[in-house]
């Protein structure tokens, strides 16, 4: 009878209720109870860990270390929300802030984890990986002959690095080998130059962002002061080459926007609340002198490469040419922890083009696209497959798109979307679609 009285009490009386909590004391203790009952199941999700943990420490079959079991759950707890969003130790910690300053020990390569094992998103210019002919969209099964399933992405690399001229052997599956590639690779102190330069033809400055470190917007204003002095007179523009560069420190993408462009929005921020929208612009003034400009994207351009990419291309500023951009359109925040416990690398915030363009699991796309003549050995893995395909990625605002190719020729001879490019800034008719192209499309380059 009490629990029929109940029910019936509150369906007569519901428009009362309605109106007695309509004002600013009943929307508080509305909230109250709603929080009091989001409460009530986070201590019971609580309970459940830490009955769990206290199974595991008492019955598991050999006595387990507290710190490894916690350590864990942590792990399982942050990879469960999204391919970026990770937890490192107190070594791991060190370990990624000597690579944000540009230098440290390893192989020379740039990995995620995928499907359980670790996958190189690109190989560094002239490292012990780029030498040896690791190449973007490999995958490494084993370190020592040790199988990296089961590893997390920070053990497996910590595995990969060592001292200085020690030797390490990765066996490498690659898309259209039948058997693994064994490779030996000699650790070294990686120092990463994360701009490099040269003019072509006395004409046109050529620069390759290779990361975005702590260096790289001071070298890139070192490279565009250098190609002014080398070419005086008669500077038809600059090729800025993004190409397999993975990303890095977001101030560093304002930093390299900011030498293209006098003024105007460079990216915006979007978090889990309205006030924590944040909007970065340029600063400095245009160091090119508002010279022409191509900037050169694929599949292995991704985050930070994305955000200048997509800045100069709203502001219309720069023409974009190759094949559409990755699409990590994702903000991690490091968070450090107290006392010796690490740091989270957490995923914060989205961030969006100048236009409002949400770049997450999309990706940009150049306005003329060019494929490359692929070699037979690499047919069928010069693709990158992109955010999108990533397993617990961010949903996209929109239709997702996966599959770039992300390929770049060893050789400039061979380079299609270079020689584009240099064609685009000396007012050549473009043809867009690479080898098999039916169509042109001819873009003209702001001033």
């Known amino acids: 009878m009490r629990k029929n009285y109940l029910f019936l009490l509150g369906t007569v009386t519901g428009v009362c209720l309605t109106l007695a909590v309509g004002g600013p004391l009943g929307q508080h203790w509305m909230a109250a109870a709603k929080a009091k009952v989001e409460n009530n199941e986070i201590y019971s999700q609580l309970n459940l860990f830490g009955e769990v943990f206290e199974r595991v420490r008492s019955d598991y079959v050999e006595k387990p270390d507290d710190a490894h079991l916690v350590e864990g759950a942590i792990n399982g707890m942050i990879s469960s929300l999204d391919p970026h969003s990770r937890y490192m130790n107190e070594s791991a910690w060190h370990e990624m802030q000597d690579t944000t300053k540009g230098e440290f020990g390893g192989l020379g390569i740039e990995v995620t984890m995928e499907d359980g094992l670790v996958k190189v998103v690109t190989p560094m210019?002239?490292?012990?990986?780029?030498?040896?002919?690791?190449?973007?969209?490999?995958?490494?099964?084993?370190?020592?002959?040790?199988?990296?399933?089961?590893?997390?992405?920070?053990?497996?690399?910590?595995?990969?690095?060592?001292?200085?001229?020690?030797?390490?052997k990765l066996t490498i599956l690659r898309k259209g080998n039948d058997s693994p590639i064994y490779?030996?690779?000699?650790?070294?102190?990686?120092?990463?130059?994360?701009?490099?330069?040269?003019?072509?033809?006395?004409?046109?400055?050529?620069?390759?962002?290779?990361?975005?470190?702590?260096?790289?917007?001071?070298e890139l204003k070192k490279a565009i002061a250098d190609i002014q002095k080398q070419i005086p007179q008669g500077l038809a523009g600059y090729v800025l080459d993004l190409r397999n560069n993975p990303g890095g420190l977001l101030d560093q993408a304002v930093s390299v926007s900011s030498a293209f462009m006098a003024?105007?929005?460079?990216?915006?921020?979007?978090?889990?609340?309205?006030?924590?929208?944040?909007?970065?612009?340029?600063?400095?003034?245009?160091?090119?002198?508002?010279?022409?400009?191509?900037?050169?994207?694929?599949?292995?351009?991704?985050?930070?490469?994305?955000?200048?990419?997509?800045?100069?291309?709203?502001?219309?500023?720069?023409?974009?040419?190759?094949?559409?951009?990755?699409?990590?359109?994702?903000?991690?925040?490091?968070?450090?922890?107290?006392?010796?416990?690490?740091?989270?690398?957490?995923?914060?915030?989205?961030?969006?083009?100048?236009?409002?363009?949400?770049?997450?699991?999309?990706?940009?796309?150049?306005?003329?696209?060019?494929?490359?003549?692929?070699?037979?050995?690499?047919?069928?893995?010069?693709?990158?497959?992109?955010?999108?395909?990533?397993?617990?990625?961010?949903?996209?605002?929109?239709?997702?798109?996966?599959?770039?190719?992300?390929?770049?020729?060893?050789?400039?001879?061979?380079?299609?979307?270079?020689?584009?490019?240099?064609?685009?800034?000396?007012?050549?008719?473009?043809?867009?679609?690479?080898?098999?192209?039916?169509?042109?499309?001819?873009?003209?380059?702001?001033?």
Request: overall charge neutral; proline content about 5%.
């Open 125 to 168: 210019d002239d490292t012990p990986a780029s030498k040896a002919g690791i190449l973007s969209g490999d995958f490494i099964s084993q370190i020592d002959d040790e199988n990296v399933q089961g590893l997390t992405l920070e053990q497996a690399v910590n595995k990969m690095k060592g001292p200085v001229d020690t030797k390490t």
């Open 183 to 218: 490779v030996t690779l000699t650790r070294q102190i990686i120092q990463v130059k994360p701009v490099s330069y040269r003019t072509n033809g006395g004409d046109i400055g050529y620069i390759r962002i290779s990361s975005f470190s702590e260096q790289t917007g001071d």
């Open 263 to 447: 003024r105007g929005e460079v990216v915006s921020t979007r978090g889990r609340r309205p006030e924590e929208t944040q909007r970065f612009s340029a600063h400095g003034g245009d160091l090119t002198k508002g010279k022409p400009l191509v900037v050169l994207i694929n599949g292995g351009s991704a985050s930070a490469s994305e955000i200048v990419a997509g800045a100069l291309h709203d502001h219309k500023r720069a023409t974009l040419i190759g094949t559409r951009s990755f699409g990590k359109g994702s903000v991690q925040t490091i968070i450090p922890l107290g006392g010796d416990h690490g740091a989270l690398a957490l995923t914060t915030a989205r961030y969006f083009t100048p236009s409002g363009h949400s770049i997450q699991a999309q990706g940009i796309l150049p306005d003329i696209e060019i494929l490359q003549d692929v070699p037979d050995e690499l047919k069928g893995r010069a693709e990158m497959k992109g955010e999108a395909s990533m397993r617990g990625h961010l949903s996209a605002e929109g239709a997702e798109q996966t599959g770039s190719q992300s390929y770049v020729p060893p050789n400039e001879k061979d380079d299609k979307a270079l020689a584009a490019a240099y064609n685009q800034l000396r007012g050549i008719t473009v043809n867009a679609g690479g080898p098999a192209a039916t169509s042109t499309k001819t873009t003209t380059v702001p001033n």
